[in-house]
């Protein structure tokens, strides 16, 4: 069941990553410049009124220092990289145990 739905959660980041950084190479091919839009501008972009409640949430109760040096630096990496990462996390966590080569053959 969980690795049913680490392989999901692995895809839907991986099919995240790819159209940022789509998006990204179109963009710099655009403005002949390297362009690499943060995570935390996307973000803000698709639905501010999260962003700014997962940050009161995260000081409030949790610790005022996760937010500030922790992920206000992670929001500020590319989107296709964090998204990217997240999906390789997903992936080895969803991944099959290889079999033995003595279970296989029998040795």
């Known amino acids: ?5 680490f392989k999901a959660l692995a895809l839907l980041f991986l099919t995240v990553a790819v159209i940022t950084g789509i998006l990204d190479i179109t963009r710099s091919i655009a403005d002949s410049t390297i362009i690499m839009t943060p995570l935390g501008q996307d973000w803000f972009n698709i639905s501010p009124s999260t962003l700014n409640f997962s940050q009161a949430i995260i000081q409030r109760f949790v610790h005022p220092a996760i937010w500030d040096p922790g992920i206000q630096t992670l929001l500020q990496w590319p989107t296709w990289l964090i998204t990217g990462i997240l999906a390789l996390l997903f992936a ?7 079999q033995k080569w003595q279970d296989q053959y029998g040795a």
Not at 1 to 5: P, S, T, Y
């Open 1 to 5: 069941m969980f690795k049913f739905l």
């Open 92 to 98: 080895l966590m969803g991944r099959s145990k290889k």
